[in-house]
């Protein structure tokens, strides 16, 4: 069975991440030995490692936020209801059957499926700043007099930070059971220590796939449609999964909206739109995607646009009075199948 190395995860998110991560570690430790619960280290010693520990990830967390602003990043953690239902159901019972994969397609452009982005959210909205607030009030403690803080409030901070603690402890323990979860096993552990995910490269004949449909000839798209969603194709005959789903979009604009919040798994781009024309339609699909495979469609037999349109990153050029359904739906497998060798 060949396979596929995926980049996922830049040296800096590798970074970030195992740094982050054994921060957390030497937190929750130093933190047990100041509430009491372990007593290996002196108390004034933990305490004072806690808050050294607690500044290095705060000043991590401030340099992360940035990269994450300026690189885009930020957009990986936006919540989505996609697959939220399939989800949850592979992470209740789907795990445990070993022929079942996992829903959510991981990409460069979207790592983490709905639970995943919901639990982030929580984590990043309520236990982060909860943590870091009461934390750094019960540093500054001898300065509440100063900004007309009663001191009598400190029983209520340090209630609120000690549960945000044990919150974070119970998310830590989540996330380290949750990425054994993979299949293999050690999928996605790999994943973050080399920065590359690694997968078959032949098609799942049974999953769903996404198709995106660019073009506004209401007839030929209807063509397009009934060729993809075709349903009692002999087993023969199965070229492409028989689960398909169609997304249609009639102009350029519509396009560039849906992709900048979704993934698919094949784009089939007419170049001539209400709202833009030629090559420029193309570059700007390529410029809000980056692992989807495009096949572009044309009626013009034109050697020199042909040769333009493969530069810009279109998998296959394909003359729409030319086109049949077998011969367009191997152009669409094949394309998919030569984009696992292209991932990067």
């Known amino acids: 069975m060949e396979e596929n190395r995926k980049l996922l995860f830049s040296r800096y998110e590798r970074f970030w991440h ?6 957390i570690i030497a937190l929750m430790v130093t933190g047990f030995h100041v509430t009491g619960l372990l007593q290996w280290l002196d108390y004034k010693l933990a ?8 500044w290095s990830l705060i000043c991590l967390w401030t340099f992360t936020i940035f990269w994450h602003l300026i690189t885009g990043e930020w957009r ?4 989505s209801t996609e697959k939220m239902l399939e989800v949850v159901y592979y992470y ?3 795990i445990f059957d070993p022929n079942l994969q996992h829903p959510f397609q991981v990409t460069r452009r979207l790592k983490h499926n709905p639970v995943q982005r919901l639990a982030y959210l929580v984590l990043s ?8 607030i009461s934390g750094l009030l019960f540093f500054y403690y001898n300065e509440w007099n100063q900004f007309g803080i009663p001191s009598l409030w400190l029983s209520g901070v340090a209630a609120v930070h000690v549960a945000m603690a044990f919150a974070m402890v119970c998310f830590f323990c989540l996330h380290v059971y949750m990425v054994f979860l993979g299949k293999p096993a050690m999928a996605q552990l790999k994943a973050m220590l080399t920065g590359y995910m690694v997968e078959d490269i032949r098609l799942d004949m049974d999953r769903e796939y996404t198709i995106m449909l660019v073009e506004d000839e209401a007839d030929f798209a209807r063509m397009i449609q009934e060729w993809f969603e075709t349903n009692g194709v002999n087993e023969t005959d ?4 028989v689960r398909v789903t169609m997304v249609r979009v009639e102009t350029l604009h519509e396009a560039v909206k849906y992709l900048n919040n979704k993934s698919v798994d094949l784009i089939l781009l007419d170049l ?13 699909i390529m410029s809000v995607i980056r692992d ?3 096949l572009v469609l044309t009626g013009e037999e034109d050697e020199n646009l042909q040769s333009m349109i493969i530069r810009e990153g279109a998998q296959e050029f394909l003359i729409k009075q030319n086109l049949d359904r077998h011969h367009l739906l191997r152009k669409g497998r094949f394309a998919m199948e030569r984009q696992w060798f292209l991932r990067q």
């Open 18 to 23: 195992w740094s982050q991560a054994l921060l």
């Open 47 to 54: 305490a004072q490692w806690h808050r050294y520990f607690a």
């Open 76 to 79: 990986q953690y936006i919540p």
């Open 92 to 94: 209740s019972k789907g």
């Open 125 to 132: 909205v309520v236990i982060s700043p909860m943590l870091w």
């Open 238 to 241: 199965r070229i492409l999964p």
């Open 272 to 284: 001539d739109l209400p709202d833009s024309r030629g090559v420029e339609t193309l570059r700007s």
């Open 292 to 294: 989807e495979p495009v």
